[in-house]
């Protein structure tokens, strides 16, 4: 059996990332969030049904999103508050990317299914730069490469046109 199959999904994804060092002299914190606001995807669907209401699939296909992110440095001196510094930026695009996964569907009545479903979603890598000066004026630039990829585990209802 195949199939096509279209979906859009609200999403509160969010993963965050501190680290933190201590030079003896300052300390470095560094602090990274990212969200997933929303993500769609088109996918095309292969099925082998085993028994006469359940469809074993494979799916696979582009899938679109919106990710936020905010990174923040932050340089504490030791001696002298005065001296302190930090750096942030933020960003919100709609990325491209692929989506794979494989699923169960069963058969309740002649239009209504249920299913089970997993998927991998890929939304590119991104990289933000954040620039900032020292108290001593040294230009600095800090580079954080910002994974859209993600896994989804959905269970739901389908009507066949």
């Known amino acids: 059996m195949v199939g096509i199959e279209a979906d859009f999904n609200d999403s509160q994804l969010e993963d965050s990332e501190s680290i933190y060092a ?26 082998y049904a085993p028994r006469q209401n359940l469809l074993l699939f494979v799916t696979g296909g582009v899938a679109m999103g919106r990710i936020e992110s905010k990174t923040r440095f932050e340089v504490d001196y030791t001696p002298n508050d005065a001296w302190d510094t930090s750096w942030s930026s933020s960003a919100r695009d709609t990325r491209f990317g692929g989506v794979v996964g494989a ?38 630039t800090y580079s954080v490469k910002n994974k859209g990829q993600f896994s ?4 739901g209802v389908n009507f066949r046109f």
């Open 22 to 47: 201590n030079w003896g002299y300052a300390e470095d914190y560094y602090h990274h969030d990212s969200k997933v606001d929303w993500f769609s995807t088109l996918r095309g669907r292969i099925g």
């Open 103 to 140: 699923g169960a569907e069963y058969s309740v009545a002649s239009r209504w299914s249920v299913k089970a479903e997993y998927l991998f979603v890929d939304l590119g890598t991104k990289t933000n730069v954040v620039n900032g000066t020292h108290v001593n004026g040294d230009a600095k």
């Open 152 to 155: 989804a585990f959905r269970l």
